[in-house]
């Protein structure tokens, strides 16, 4: 049973930092490239971050450059993404998302979204 269960959201003051973890199980982590998505109310799902299988490579919005950070650890099944200098704009749910292409076949798991509110 594949499985994504982000962690780590919750309600921050603006400028402050929150760590996200994603815990995948269920299939072969480390060949997939993870993402981090959001979406705010009212708007479409948006990428944040993401990570080849490997972590040598990594791709950020421009808007979270510089303030976010995504790492894995293959050991542990797990994706992270770390926000720094949080802003009322990146209020929205995070989704983790793990993406594997071989040849003509594409493996696409989606988690369930974790809450992110930066408010005062």
């Known amino acids: 049973q594949v499985q994504l269960v982000e962690s780590g959201g919750g309600l921050v003051q603006p400028g402050g930092s929150l760590r996200l973890s994603c815990a995948a199980s269920?299939?072969?982590?480390?060949?997939?490239?993870m993402f981090w998505y959001r979406q705010a109310p009212g708007k479409e799902r948006e990428l944040v971050a993401s990570?080849?299988?490997?972590?040598?490579?990594?791709i950020y919005a421009d808007s979270m450059k510089g303030r976010f950070a995504i790492s894995r650890d293959n050991a542990k099944n797990t994706v992270y993404l770390q926000m720094n200098s949080l802003k009322a704009d990146d209020t929205a749910v995070y989704f983790c998302?793990?993406?594997?292409?071989?040849?003509?076949?594409?493996?696409?798991?989606w988690g369930q979204g974790t809450q992110v509110t930066v408010s005062s």
């Open positions: 269920g299939f072969t982590f480390s060949v997939y490239s």
């Open positions: 990570i080849t299988s490997t972590g040598g490579s990594t």
């Open positions: 998302n793990a993406h594997w292409r071989i040849g003509r076949s594409e493996y696409d798991y």
